[in-house]
């Protein structure tokens, strides 16, 4: 049942294949290993969906498929996933992002005041790197930690809940 549902919202492989932007993969598309849904494979391709997301750099799903392959995890739903950062969540993303780097290496969040210009990513960037980048990690580090334990914890239950049905079942026939 878990397959299933997952299978209604993750692209078929023909699909993922026929993107311009994972052409770059090419023949590793083709591994088996990388479509499969297992407990493993999506818990894994959560964390790397999840913590991609959190990663300030272009070319996120080119990255989130690389990373699945080399770890063998669902590469679609790793990829899908990186969309978590989207043009209406990447401001508070970051902004999240940054007040933790912040907290962590006591960096005052609040001295300065942010401006959407040239100049001003010129002039702040020097004082900004460090707890932003930092931030970025820890968060995509934490929320793909606690995304993929849901998906284990999910699972296991799902899986336990359909073992007693059949037990349950099987008494019934006796």
Known sequence: MARKIIQRF???????????????????????????????SVANAVFIGVFVAFIPVPLQMIIAAFIAIILRANMP???????????????????LAFKVGAAVIEVPADSFDFE?????????LGSIWQPFLL????????????????VRWLWRRHTIKRWHERRLRREARK
Request: charged content about 10%; some cysteine.
């Open 77 to 95: 739903i790793s990829v899908v996933l990186v969309w978590i950062s989207n043009p209406l969540t990447i401001a508070p993303i970051f902004y």
């Open 135 to 150: 931030g970025c990690l820890l968060c995509g580090t934490f929320f793909g930690l606690l995304a993929s334990t849901m």
């Open 10 to 40: 993750v692209p078929s492989p023909d699909w993922v294949k026929k993107q311009r932007s994972l052409r770059v993969l090419g023949s590793w598309l083709h591994e088996p290993t990388i479509w499969h849904l297992t407990r493993q």
């Open 116 to 124: 959407l210009s040239w100049q001003w990513i010129g002039h702040e």
